[in-house]
């Protein structure tokens, strides 16, 4: 399944090296991984994923694919700014969302417009908002819920 990874552009060393454990253990899966593009959480997603041998899918908010992160397999170009944000939950067939600002929570708005499963790996608490999102504390817990929710037909 493709599997969107969003969170922050700008993020600290522990984020990274968890985003990049969980494209790790997405790719292990074949999953293929669905992000953003550019920097931080996508980037170390990516490269997570490609040390694996994984798939990535990368949805700029620019109009040039050569802005990708070098671990992006397929840029797509959009040239829509932070109008793209409802592209990559759409683009994936379940939603995993780490830290991240404002961006991050419009993609998970979005994800829920588009009755994505939603997996929150320490991202925003949106429950009081009455969206369905599932809680985890590790990559592969995150990867088994998207999993089981898309077995489910959620």
């Known amino acids: 399944m493709r599997v969107s990874v969003i969170g922050?552009?700008?993020i600290t060393d522990e984020q990274a090296t968890r985003a990049e454990a969980l494209g790790r253990e997405l790719a292990?899966?074949?999953h293929t991984v669905v992000c953003g593009g550019r920097g931080g959480?996508?980037?170390?997603?990516c490269r997570g994923a490609k040390a694996e041998g994984g798939q990535t899918i990368?949805?700029?908010p620019s109009s040039r694919r050569t802005e990708a992160n070098p671990y992006v397999d397929v840029p797509i170009a959009t040239g829509l700014g932070h109008a793209r944000n409802a592209l990559v939950p759409l683009?994936?067939?379940a939603v995993i969302a780490l830290p991240g600002g404002a961006g991050t929570l419009t993609e998970i708005g979005f994800g829920a417009i588009a009755d994505r499963p939603l997996v929150s790996l320490g991202s925003h608490d949106v429950g009081s908002l009455g969206l369905e999102i599932t809680?985890?504390?590790s990559p592969t817990a995150a990867v088994e819920a998207v999993e089981r929710a898309h077995e489910g037909g959620e």
Not at 41 to 45: K, L, Q, R, W
Request: proline share 0%; no cysteine.
């Open 8 to 10: 922050g552009g700008s």
């Open 28 to 30: 292990r899966r074949g």
């Open 41 to 45: 959480t996508m980037e170390a997603v």
């Open 58 to 60: 990368g949805i700029l």
């Open 91 to 93: 683009n994936g067939d």
């Open 135 to 137: 809680t985890v504390e």
